[in-house]
Nanobody, 121 residues
Framework: QVQLVESGGGLVQPGGSLRLSCAAS????????MGWFRQAPGKERELVAT???????DYGDSVKGRFTISRDSAKNTVSLQMNSLKLEDTAVYYC???????????????WGQGTQVTVSS
């Protein structure tokens, strides 16, 4: 059974920094994309940042230049360094990974349980 476990959320003041980490564990043959999404109250889940197995990255427009995603493919981990945090970054942040399902032969999307990030003065 595959699990994604996040850590690093919390309360921070505007302009501050936080680092989120996510580790995938279990029966893992291959991971294609790993990344982060977030969902604020009353809003849809949105892309924060993703990292492909070939090193490509993608960022949501609202976090470009402030957030940096990094990935350790050997350890099946992904991290998100969040700088210059704003009030509007407050949300539950979810780790996501597309992991190869050997039985069904496709990349299945897995989600972590979510970690709360609150930006407040």
């Amino acid at each position: 059974q595959v699990q994604l476990v996040e850590s690093g959320g919390g309360l921070v003041q505007p302009g501050g920094s936080l680092r989120l980490s996510c580790a995938a564990s279990g029966s893992i043959f291959s991971i294609s994309t790993m990344g982060w999404f977030r969902q604020a109250p009353g809003k849809e889940r949105e892309l924060v940042a993703t990292s492909t197995s070939t090193g490509g990255t993608d960022y949501g427009d609202s976090v470009k230049g402030r957030f940096t995603i990094s990935r350790d493919s050997a350890k099946n981990t992904v991290s998100l360094q969040m700088n210059s945090l704003k009030l509007e970054d407050t949300a539950v942040y979810y780790c996501n990974a597309d992991i190869w399902d050997q039985f069904w032969s496709y990349y299945k999307a897995y989600w972590g349980q979510g970690t709360q990030v609150t930006v407040s003065s």
